[in-house]
């Protein structure tokens, strides 16, 4: 027996399928929703259209934005020329919290993962060796500490390294397995001032 409605269903399915949500938060979040005053309902899903209408890679960094560039790579008093390599933009918002970083990044969208399928051809690598033709004096990997996180780390290092630029990766400290934004600030920057040779 349907215990909703085939709206209703498809409302929770919808909800269900975004990362972290279960059957249950799915159904709080649909009956939510339905109670929700119509324009609140319209303004809701104007914002998930137009953020995904509006939203782009920046064109230098590859992270989220809203401009071509995104505003670090605007900033002309960063230091354009070291760059850090992170998985995704929460790990860069991560590193920006801490205000003391002043290179700018490079977002890969993912790590190089065999058992998922997913090869160097699948994240921002081909962007990232581009952007070594210009003045850059260091590459600081910053992918997360897990399995796919060390092998992109690896893979990227062996790449870059014939072009005799400088690569470094932050130092372990960041828990095994551990997402680089759920890590306090004082931890990220131990692992950012403690990186090491590659
Ligand atoms: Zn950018």
Do not use: W
Not at 45 to 51: I, N, P
């Amino acid at each position: 027996m349907e215990l909703y409605s085939g709206h209703i269903n498809r409302l929770i399915e919808e909800l269900a399928n975004l990362p972290g949500i279960g059957t249950k938060s799915a159904q709080r979040m649909a009956f939510y929703l339905i109670n929700l005053p119509q324009e609140r309902v319209e303004r809701f899903a104007h914002t998930v259209l137009e953020a995904r209408e509006k939203v782009q890679h920046c064109k230098q960094c590859c992270t989220l934005t809203d401009q071509e560039l995104c505003p670090v790579c605007a900033n002309d008093r960063r230091d354009h020329a070291t760059i850090m390599v992170v998985e995704n933009p929460r790990d860069l918002a991560a590193y920006e919290k801490t205000g003391r970083y002043e290179g700018v990044y490079h977002v890969l969208h993912g790590a190089i993962s065999p058992m998922l399928g997913i090869g160097p051809g699948d994240i921002k690598l081909k962007e990232l060796m581009a952007r070594l033709q210009g003045d850059v004096s260091e590459v600081i990997i910053a992918t997360n500490s897990s399995l796919e996180g060390e092998t992109t780390a690896m893979y990227i290092s062996k790449l870059i390294k014939p072009a005799g630029v400088r690569v470094t990766r932050i130092a372990s400290g960041v828990p095994v397995g551990g997402d680089l934004e759920y890590i306090d600030e004082v931890t990220l920057l131990r692992a950012l001032e403690g990186r090491t040779e590659l």
